[in-house]
């Protein structure tokens, strides 16, 4: 496996692949200057992993990739029916991965994984919403209302 990803098992036995690069330009790199930020867990202040830490030289590059991919006409030029799949997609695809992403935020921040996986990540989460919101827009060619709440 390369150094961009490690196998890791949280403490609830939950196994999952972690990208440890920044993500720029749609694929994960390591940090220019080769910088790590290491994440602990608050319970036991052990060492979860190190991840990549992004500088400057790192922002720049991933602003003008978003850049060059906003403008491209692939993106820019999109059917707002394909937009609002895209976006459900999305909203599918944080459903399927509720329990690992609820597993990361809890061994992350110490957040209990009942809040994690039901309130953040439940069926009524910010994935499903957005992807409902971004479905009902793009059909519609209609501005919507998403109440989000507190949960940003």
């Known amino acids: 496996m390369s150094d961009l990803f490690v196998e890791l098992t949280a403490p609830n036995g939950h196994k999952y692949k972690q990208p440890r690069g920044l993500f720029i330009n749609n694929e994960f790199v390591k940090s220019q200057s080769g910088a790590t930020v290491t994440s602990i867990n608050p319970s036991d202040e052990n060492e979860i992993t190190s991840v990549y830490a992004a500088g400057p030289e790192d922002v720049d590059a991933a602003v003008a990739a978003a850049r060059k991919?906003?403008?491209?006409?692939?993106?820019?030029?999109m059917d707002t029916n394909a937009r609002a799949d895209l976006l459900y997609n999305f909203a599918q695809l944080i459903e399927k991965h509720r329990e690992t992403l609820a597993t990361i935020e809890t061994w992350d921040n110490g957040k209990p994984y009942q809040v994690s996986l039901n309130d953040d990540l439940g069926e009524s989460g910010i994935g499903r919403e957005l992807g409902e919101a971004g479905l009902e827009a793009y059909t519609n060619k209609k501005a919507i209302h998403v109440n989000l709440g507190s949960r940003l």
């Open 69 to 77: 991919a906003f403008k491209d006409p692939s993106w820019r030029d």
